[in-house]
């Protein structure tokens, strides 16, 4: 698989990772390279194989419904980049 | 003379000889001496070490306390502590100190045990020779113009060359395994879901699985004893009832069956690597071992299936780096997007940007199918063949590695080779079984690892049988000339 500019471009808009114009070829390069070595898969004829999404064969873990943790938000909002009366900051979205 | 073993220490400490506090202060300058020539940790903890050996030494006096209570050990910087700074060395997370302390550090703090730091590792454990690290790479205590191996890199370094006596891993695709191999020292990758992940900085959700890293196999199951369990907080972990990890060390290897992969001896294989991992079989047949020969078919696929998975999944788990709540933000940002993608792009390194990249295509609109639905399709037939295999054997043998450390730089062009050094170790993950990597020779000067493949939950068996063999032999013993 070859992957050029333009898909380079609108994975890494998909994946909110901003990619310097001069970085796209090499990008493009590597992820096709990867790409092609990846498809070796295709060599195994899989139809009617069950997909395993996990090793271990568990149902959903459940538990009682109640409060075991108590919220800090001081705590919890002392690493964030900008705080302000307890809300976080990010550049105004609504005009 | 300080002894150098988990369960040595435990004895001295037991026995009065030593204090927590005499054998902390020895591993605290062991780190200053040669750490700055190493840089296996990112942190060192000295101060709250100091405490904590003060408290585990209070315990001792007064006859309390468990099997580790004062020994000391080091986290590898993706397990979240209280306090002090978890960055999974990464720029995104350098100034990210967590509000809690994960499972496995609870586990080993109630223990009683000494943190004295955070080791290195690859960036977000992304990477197969810690060269990955924003903090720069580690080098390998045997040769230091070689590299670990990767991701707990620092964690294996930092045993090797005795500046901890143990530490704690995570393993992926190999990442305990394949750096325990190529600094000569003993690393298990338990059954997924031993060992909790609540407070592990997520890489690919479904094969992240958290272990010991230490010179012997009797220490991996003492610290087994402490880190293994049903965690609530933790949805993938097993609700299994507590088990001794030490119970079959003495167990005579008599009747053993260890079956030996075809695939795994195939093209690939250094021949040097191939004679030690010969050498090691024949000490185990002369234990009273039977070897037969098992065919996992599809072994051949476990590294592109395992790329596809663990992209994906790290795809979706570092979304939620968005500088925006913790970690790393762009200065100045003109709109949100920008303020995504100018973080991103800053934080994140080389390697962690292109697989997201490649995660972020495999589960894009008309390609999920044919990669990720493919991926697995194929993880499924791969632990097919371990079903298949384990119907007649006890534990599957092989190399951990096909060749001993490379060099620094040698790899870091070209992720596909740096992939390539997983061949051994990602099958184990994709099918969620325990396996261990323990020294098994030295070729030119560098170790060579063995690695065991067990049956799920059959943590006890791998470490019966490292036992025993390091019971015959001293290469886990064998001391690095940069310690």
């Keep these: ?95 | 003379m300080f002894a150098e073993t988990v369960t040595a220490i435990a004895a001295d400490l037991k026995a009065g000889r030593y204090s927590s506090a005499d054998i902390t202060e020895h591993y605290l300058a062991r780190i200053a001496e040669f750490d700055p020539g190493l840089n296996s940790y990112i942190t060192v903890c000295a101060d709250e070490a100091r405490a904590a050996a003060a408290r585990a030494d209070a315990l001792l006096a007064r006859g309390e306390g468990g099997p580790l209570t004062g020994v000391p050990y080091a986290n590898k910087d993706i397990f979240c502590t209280r306090g002090i700074r978890t960055s999974c060395a990464s720029r995104m997370l350098d100034n990210f100190i967590a509000p809690y302390d994960a499972t496995v550090v609870e586990k080993l703090t109630g223990a009683g045990m000494v943190m004295l730091g955070k080791t290195n590792m690859d960036e977000f454990a992304m990477g197969s020779s810690n060269e990955t690290s924003w903090y720069g790479p580690v080098r390998n205590p045997w040769d230091l113009s070689r590299v670990p191996g990767g991701s707990s890199g620092g964690s294996a370094a930092a045993v090797a060359a005795r500046l901890a006596p143990v530490a704690t891993g995570t393993d992926t695709g190999g990442s305990i395994r394949q750096p325990a191999a190529l600094c000569g020292i003993t690393g298990l990758k338990p059954t997924y879901g031993r060992v909790s992940r609540w407070g592990m900085i997520a890489f690919a959700s479904s094969l992240d699985q958290g272990g010991p890293m230490a010179l012997t196999a009797a220490d991996l199951a003492l610290l087994m004893n402490a880190m293994a369990g049903h965690c609530a907080r933790d949805s993938t972990s097993v609700e299994r009832p507590a088990e001794d990890f030490t119970r079959l060390l003495a167990q005579p290897l008599t009747g053993l069956r260890i079956g030996l992969p075809t695939q795994y001896f195939a093209a690939g294989l250094d021949p040097a690597m191939r004679e030690a991992v010969d050498a090691a079989v024949g000490v185990l047949r002369a234990l009273g071992a039977d070897t037969v020969s098992v065919d996992l078919p599809h072994a051949g696929y476990a590294i592109p299936a395992y790329y596809v998975v663990a992209s994906a999944e790290c795809s979706s788990n570092l979304s939620r780096y968005d500088g925006v709540r913790f970690g790393h933000r762009c200065d100045d940002p003109r709109d949100l997007t920008d303020l995504y993608t100018r973080s991103r792009a800053e934080g994140f390194g080389a390697e962690v940007k292109r697989r997201i990249l490649v995660g972020t295509y495999a589960l894009s609109a008309g390609y999920y199918d044919a990669y990720y639905g493919k991926a697995q399709q194929l993880r499924r037939l791969i632990q097919q063949d371990f079903t298949r295999a384990f119907a007649g054997v006890d534990v599957i043998l092989g190399p951990t590695t096909p060749t001993t450390a490379f060099e620094l730089g040698q790899k870091t062009d070209d992720p596909l080779t740096m992939y390539l050094s997983d061949v051994y170790t990602t099958a184990a993950n994709l099918a969620g079984l325990p396996a261990l990597s323990m020294p098994a020779g030295l070729i030119g000067g560098l170790p060579a690892g063995v690695q065991l493949i067990g049956n799920y939950f059959d943590e006890t068996r791998l470490l019966n049988v490292a036992h025993q063999y390091q019971q015959e032999t001293a290469w886990h013993l064998a001391r690095p000339p940069h310690a």
């Design chain 1, 1 to 95: 698989m070859s992957i050029g500019a333009t898909e380079i471009e609108g994975i890494a808009r998909l994946a909110r990772i901003r990619i310097d114009a001069a970085d796209v070829a090499r990008y493009a390069g590597q992820l096709s390279q990867i790409l092609t070595y990846i498809e070796a898969m295709n060599e195994v004829d899989t139809s009617g194989i069950e997909p395993l999404a996990h090793a271990i064969d568990a149902v959903a873990a459940c538990r009682p419904d109640l409060v075991t943790e108590t919220v800090d938000r001081a705590t919890l909002q002392a690493g964030a980049p900008r705080v302000e009366e307890g809300y976080y900051l990010v550049p105004r979205v609504i005009e």
